[in-house]
């Protein structure tokens, strides 16, 4: 079992939580503007990339709040967590050029 640190409550075990998908996507201006193709590319298409990434989380079984944290997809690490509306830190590439 991983622990994940909420930034509200602490280390918890990663079963009170839920995973958001990619972190950082801003919504469209004017949703109402986009093609059926642009729309879709909003809604479904994400990096998924190998190494360091930018992810949503929910403390949902916790404060029911939203964070970002950066994970290594390789190794399932937590990097780093930080809350919503936050920048981005910055994190060294892990050994094996991940990031």
């Not at 079963?15 to 909003?42: I, M, Q």
């Not at 079984?61 to 919503?84: H, I, M, P, Q, S």
Request: glycine share 10%; charged share 30%; with cysteine.
């Amino acid at each position: 079992m991983m622990l994940i640190d909420c930034p509200n409550c602490g280390p918890r075990n990663e079963n009170e939580f839920k995973y958001g998908g990619e972190a950082h996507v801003a919504y469209p201006e004017d949703p109402n503007a986009l093609s059926d193709k642009e729309w879709s590319r909003y809604l479904f298409y994400r990096q998924n990339k190998k190494g360091i990434f930018a992810e949503r989380w929910v403390h949902s079984g916790g404060c029911r709040k939203w964070f970002n944290a950066l994970r290594d997809t390789v190794t399932y690490e937590f990097k780093a967590v930080y809350r919503a509306g936050e920048a981005r830190p910055e994190i060294q590439a892990t050994e094996g050029g991940t990031r």
